[in-house]
């Protein structure tokens, strides 16, 4: 026993054509066409839709079976196979930075800058006195 109603077969069955043979998730479906994530699993277990809804969501199937009927012709196009070729051919890549590399880290003789006598905090004037000693 089917838990589609059966009013609603037909629609289930043309949602599930476009997920199977496209890479959009049930989910992805649903929010694109109603907003409602859940909208594909609660009509595979048997919402059922007012006709304003059936014709926001055919509207939504017809759109989305269009655009990927599109990209299959492209792909498929010579043409457009050499550009994609020639376009992946020239890319630059950048070139990478310097590492980063956190000083103290890298170094043990840099001094962090909150260590610093001019930028020792009020209450460290001893702590600022002996950094002055020690770097005289």
Do not use: C
């Amino acid at each position: 026993m089917s838990l589609v109603h059966p009013e609603m077969e037909a629609l289930v069955s043309e949602v599930n054509t476009l997920i199977a043979t496209s890479p959009m998730s049930a989910a992805t479906f649903g929010h694109l066409a109603l907003g409602d994530y859940r909208l594909v699993t609660e009509l595979r277990r048997g919402r059922r839709l007012k006709p304003q809804t059936v014709e926001r969501v055919r509207a939504a199937l017809e759109k989305w079976l269009r655009i990927y009927a599109e990209r299959a012709r492209h792909r498929a196009d010579p043409a457009f196979k050499a550009a994609v070729d020639e376009a992946v051919a020239r890319k630059v890549r950048p070139r990478p930075g310097p590492p980063r590399i956190h000083p103290i880290a890298s170094n043990e003789n840099v001094v962090p800058p909150w260590w610093h006598p001019d930028a020792a905090p009020e209450g460290s004037r001893r702590l600022a006195e002996a950094m002055r000693r020690a770097a005289a």
